[in-house]
Structures are given as structure tokens and as C-alpha cells.
């Protein structure tokens, strides 16, 4: 399951303010935080599900493409909007590409970094999918 949530925009003459609060306006609460920039356009990253870890996924600036994959079904989603999120369940594939030069992710995680819950191969991803 995944799903794209836009948030509030709190503005003023001084500027805007996007918040987000675990288990408020987000379905989990947040234990670790994480961002990415500085990536090449054509390079693809993730390539990877998650077990049980719950991610949202924002492009605070910039655009990305992401792939995302639940075994049956992929869709590609464009980032480009820093006050909306893309919240991705676990067991769903993820791919991302097409990185704007001022592309910066932001990632909030439902998990403490766990190596054991990466699905690093897609074949295993996908015979997992049929069983669940």
C-alpha cells in the first residue's frame, strides 16, 4: 500500500512551514530520519521492500521519479512538492530516478535501520508477495 498526503502549508510575510507529526498526520510514529541529495539524474537508488518498516517520503526540494511494485502492479510517482509525502507501507518494491539537480529527499521511518528487514532481491520480493 502506498499513497501520496499533502500537508498543510502554514505561511506568513516571513516565510512557510510544513508540519509533520508522527501519528497525527502521518500512520506511524517516527523513529529515525534520513535524507539524500547530491545523486546523479540517470542513477537509479533503493531497489529494495521493507519487512515491516514504514516510510514517508518527501522531496523537500527538487523532483524524483519513484517505482514502486507490490508484486503485482508498478506505478511511477513524480516528487516535487515539499509539503507532500509519499507514504509507503511495507512489502512494496522501491526504485528512485530522474533526480533534479537540487533534489533533496527527506525520509521519515516508522523502524530503527534494520539490515534483516531489506527484501534485497526482486525475485525473493516477488514469491514473497504471493504468500502474503
Not at 502549508?9 to 517516527?30: A, T
Request: proline content about 2%; charged content about 25%.
Amino acid at each position: 500500500m502506498y499513497r501520496l498526503i499533502d500537508f498543510d502549508i502554514k505561511g506568513d510575510s516571513h516565510g512557510s512551514l510544513v508540519p509533520i507529526e508522527g501519528g497525527k498526520n502521518i500512520p506511524f510514529n517516527i523513529k529515525r530520519v534520513y535524507y539524500i541529495w547530491g545523486t546523479d539524474y540517470s542513477v537509479v537508488r533503493g531497489r529494495h521492500a521493507h519487512k515491516n518498516l514504514e516510510q514517508l517520503i518527501i522531496c523537500i526540494s527538487g523532483s524524483c521519479d519513484f517505482i514502486l511494485d507490490n508484486g503485482k502492479r508498478r506505478e511511477q510517482i513524480h516528487l516535487s512538492k515539499p509539503n507532500q509525502g509519499l507514504y509507503i507501507k511495507h512489502n512494496i518494491w522501491r526504485e528512485f530516478t530522474n533526480f533534479s539537480k537540487d533534489c533533496v529527499i527527506m525520509v521519515l521511518a516508522s523502524e530503527y535501520y534494520d539490515e534483516d528487514d531489506y527484501i534485497k532481491n526482486y525475485e525473493q520480493f516477488k514469491q514473497n508477495t504471493c504468500v502474503i
